[in-house]
Structures are given as structure tokens and as C-alpha cells.
């Protein structure tokens, strides 16, 4: 059953805590994102990874890192310099620019 | 110049009604325009897409017209259903340049 898997479908974040979101990908896409989504508003690029040991920043990094040590794997990880991270979390891959297949989501919500 | 302006950001449908969606884009560097659907708490899927070699793109009750020289495009559903309730977001990428979203339009579809 191919797709995208973003665990955990809820995650909740103590204040100065640094938490993992996972993204696993069997659709052997080059390419994989993550974006942030917060309530009636659009998707905004955090990061980005167009092929194995190497990614870029999005248009909302600061707070956020990744590795891509894995074609199939793009974990992102939300420090604590993050100071609103209360938002849903989608990681995304493509076969290099075109249709992007998202996953489930992540909610992360600060305690 | 990367952005994509989408309206209405709500619309509520009698069931049977035409929904119509529209975004215009500033970037002529764009070449793929895809229309995403999402449902509360899940990821984005990938509705419909056109690319501007073409005006007009018909999948069953979903048309994306699309309009080159106005750059802008617009999603028609037509016969809508409660069923097509749900968070319509269009985008917009290029040769080497990652997808760019619209905020969203939240669709009800009243029964």
C-alpha cells in the first residue's frame, strides 16, 4: 500500500522541549517537503529535499530542522527557539515538481 | 511576484449549484496550476491540475478554466454535494521553483 506516513497524528510539546514529527514515504519520490498549516490559512514551506543528504530551507525555517539520511525518510524536528509551533503539520513528496502527495498530518499542540 | 491571491475565502452552495473558485497568480514563470482538495484533519489531495498550454480541463464534475493572459484560473464544480464540502486550495509551480499555495477557500455544500 504505497504513500505517505506522518506519525504522530497528535503530538503535544512542553515548553523548551525539542519533539520529532516523522515522515516515511514508500512512493520512491526524489523529492520531499514539509509545510506548516495554521487555521484558515494556506501552506507555507518550512523545508525542503530534493535528494538524499542535502535540503533547503523553506520560507518559515527558523525554529525548524531536518535530515534527510534516507530517500524514504525526512524527519522534522521543531526546537524549542520555535516560539508558536501550535499548528497542523503536513509532509509532502513529488517525483521532482510535479503533484505533490501529502500526508495524513500531523497536529502538534504546546501544553 | 510569488504569490497566488485566491477568493472567495468562503462560499456556501445549495446542493446541485455551481462552485466557483478563482486565483490569480503574478510569477510567468509558473507552468503547472493544481487544485487541491482537503477535508477537516487530513492531508491534501490532488483534485485536478492544468498546465497553460491548454484553457480549459475536464475531470467528470470538476473544470479548471484557465485564462494566460489574465493569469488567473478558476475551479468550476459543477452539480456540487455535500459530499464536495471541504478546504479548496490552488497553486502554482515552475521549472525549479517549489509550489506556491493559495490561502484556501472553505466550500459548504447545503443539502
Known amino acids: 500500500d504505497g504513500g505517505i506516513t506522518q506519525s504522530p497524528k497528535y503530538l503535544f510539546r512542553k515548553e523548551g522541549q525539542n519533539v520529532t514529527l516523522s515522515c516515511e514515504q514508500n512512493l520512491n519520490h526524489d523529492a520531499m517537503y514539509w509545510y506548516r498549516q495554521d487555521p484558515g490559512q494556506g501552506l507555507r514551506l518550512i523545508y525542503y529535499s530534493q535528494i538524499v543528504n542535502d535540503f533547503q530551507k523553506g520560507d518559515i525555517a527558523e525554529g525548524y530542522s531536518v535530515s534527510r539520511e534516507k530517500k524514504e525518510s525526512f524527519p522534522l524536528t521543531v526546537t524549542s527557539a520555535q516560539k508558536n509551533p501550535t499548528a497542523f503539520y503536513l509532509c509532502?513528496?513529488?517525483?521532482?515538481?510535479?503533484?505533490?502527495?501529502f500526508g495524513s498530518g500531523t497536529q502538534l499542540s504546546v501544553l | 511576484q510569488q504569490q497566488v491571491k485566491q477568493s472567495p475565502q468562503s462560499l456556501i452552495v445549495q446542493k446541485g449549484g455551481i462552485s466557483i473558485i478563482n486565483c490569480a497568480y503574478e510569477n510567468t514563470a509558473f507552468d503547472y496550476f493544481p487544485w487541491y482538495q482537503q477535508f477537516p484533519g487530513k492531508g491534501p489531495a490532488l483534485l485536478i491540475a492544468i498546465r497553460p498550454d491548454v484553457s480549459e480541463k475536464k475531470e467528470g464534475r470538476f473544470t479548471i478554466s484557465f485564462n494566460k493572459s489574465a493569469k488567473q484560473f478558476s475551479l468550476h464544480i459543477m452539480d456540487s454535494q455535500p459530499g464536495d464540502s471541504a478546504t479548496y486550495f490552488c497553486a502554482a509551480s515552475g521549472y525549479g521553483q517549489n509550489f506556491v499555495f493559495g490561502p484556501g477557500t472553505r466550500l459548504s455544500v447545503l443539502p
Open positions: 509532502a513528496s513529488s517525483p521532482l515538481g510535479e503533484k505533490l502527495f
